[in-house]
């Protein structure tokens, strides 16, 4: 009795001591599922959405960040209106068009709406440009022309201006050809051309260089240079939001990179020398009025279209004004 006691009392132990250590079926069937969950939880998907989604936010803003999205370019000229002036070898309409095309195929590539006046050699009205640029509520109007004068050294870059509201424009527009042309920089001009008087939208006229002066010639005939030309303004009408007053050491101090204003000569009440017929030529004894009627007839800026409307009148003021 007391040996079969002592056999139950043995068995009795071993049963706790392995119910003890495995656990019941249900529980590991149970620690198995949260294992796994366990594992599952952690992904990488949430964390990568949340890396990527901000970066196509900052280039969907940068990109948005243009108050005007239609540009108009007018390119100078065209058909049986040559540009320039008389004995001119370079056409001015033809370097006109090139470097407007070239600008056009840039601004598309940014997202921009780009309307032109003329893509192929013909005459536009002046009033039609204008009338163009007009029709668009929210647009910027950029002309392209090259310059002429009868003085062979005359050389450099200038953009003109008319409205308070286009300053801005023509200040980055100029101050990133100037800084890349390989020319001098001839400033921003405030004239009254008739393409920049009569449209109620920003607008500039950009002088590209002259076609009279051997080497600017020489440079507006080069595809690399043109190409050249129309990235920089492209770049001006990119940045023209950009334009601030501030000093120099202002800007390099600011967070944000700024396009200085630029200083401008106001030309509605004088011409420039390089730009009119040579005074020395004159005799003394012709009258003004005829004298300012040959420098209106001769003017190398006819490039701006801007003599044609002004021819009627009778009176000696500057056809530009």
């Keep these: 009795m007391a040996t079969r006691c002592f056999f139950f009392l ?32 952690p992904t990488p998907t949430p964390a990568a959405a949340v890396v990527v989604q901000p970066i196509q936010r900052r280039d969907t803003a940068a990109q948005g960040a243009r108050p005007s999205t239609v540009i108009v370019i007018d390119a100078g000229h065209g058909g049986f209106d040559r540009g320039g002036i008389s004995g001119q070898r370079v056409p001015e309409k033809t370097m006109n068009l090139n470097v407007a095309q070239r600008l056009k195929a840039i601004l598309v590539a940014y997202g921009y709406r780009v309307v032109m006046t003329r893509d192929s050699d013909v005459f536009i009205p002046l ?9 668009y509520r929210d647009a910027i109007f950029v002309c392209i022309h090259f310059n002429a004068a009868r003085r062979g050294s005359a050389n450099g870059v200038e953009t003109y201006f008319y409205s308070s509201q286009s300053l801005p424009l023509a200040s980055a527009i100029h101050y990133y050809v100037a800084g890349g042309a390989p020319t001098p920089n001839r400033g921003v001009r405030r004239r009254g051309f008739y393409v920049l008087r009569r449209t109620t939208v920003p607008s500039v006229l950009v002088e590209c260089g002259f076609l009279t002066n051997p080497t600017e010639a020489q440079y507006a005939q080069s595809a690399a240079y043109q190409q050249k030309l129309a990235e920089e303004i492209a770049r001006g009408v990119r ?12 800007r390099l101090a600011a967070a944000a990179p700024t396009v200085p204003l630029q200083p401008f000569i106001d030309q509605t009440h004088f011409r420039d020398p390089d730009l009119t017929p040579s005074r020395h030529s004159k005799k003394s004894s012709k009258s003004k009025t005829t004298t300012k009627s040959k420098k209106s007839s001769k003017s190398s800026d006819s490039s701006d279209d801007d003599s044609k ?13």
Excluded: C, Y
């Excluded at 149970?30 to 796994?36: D, L, P, Q, V, Y």
């Excluded at 940045?239 to 202002?250: F, L, Q, T």
């Excluded at 009778?314 to 004004?321: A, F, L, M, Q, Y």
């Design 10 to 41: 043995i068995a009795a132990l071993m049963l706790a001591n392995a119910a003890q250590a495995l656990p019941p079926p249900s529980d590991l069937l149970a620690r198995s599922r949260r294992a796994n969950a366990a594992r599952a939880t």
């Design 127 to 135: 009033g039609t440009r204008v009338a163009i640029a007009n029709s």
């Design 239 to 250: 940045e023209r939001s950009m334009v601030s007053s501030a000093s120099s050491s202002n």
């Design 309 to 321: 409307p002004k021819k009627k009148k009778s009176t000696p003021k500057h056809t530009e004004d």
